[in-house]
Nanobody, 131 residues
């Protein structure tokens, strides 16, 4: 069982920056790939970024590529999402998710974009970007 707690959301002007954090419980954090998703009112939850167990591979949605950076610190059981050059369309509730390593799965970038592939979710943190 893994519990995820997001923090760092808030209100920021367009062009500004925020850094989200997701703290995970448990001692096997490096056995989980981590992802960030977001959901705006009236819209489906969408993929933002993901990072592999070691941090050696990262994946981004086209809409955030070049502006957002995902990273992890396995010693601190924490994954981060650095968000720069924020736009009003980035306004959403941001969710952290964890996917347990399964050697039977052929992992690829498409796999990490699918919300149902993740095993655990945080409660979300609101990010609001004003124009």
């Amino acid at each position: 069982q893994v519990q995820l707690v997001e923090s760092g959301g808030g209100l920021v002007q367009a062009g500004g920056s925020l850094r989200l954090s997701c703290a995970a419980s448990g001692r096997t954090f490096n056995n989980y790939a981590m992802g960030w998703f977001r959901q705006a009112p009236g819209k489906e939850r969408e993929f933002v970024a993901a990072i592999s167990w070691s941090g050696g591979s990262t994946y981004y949605a086209d809409s955030v590529k070049g502006r957002f950076t995902i990273s992890r610190d396995n010693a601190k059981n924490t994954v981060y999402l650095q968000m720069n050059s924020l736009k009003p369309e980035d306004t959403a509730v941001y969710y952290c998710a964890a996917d347990a390593l399964d050697y039977s799965i052929n992992y690829n970038s498409r796999y990490f974009r699918i919300p149902s592939n993740y095993d655990y979710w945080g409660q979300g943190t609101q990010v609001t970007v004003s124009s």
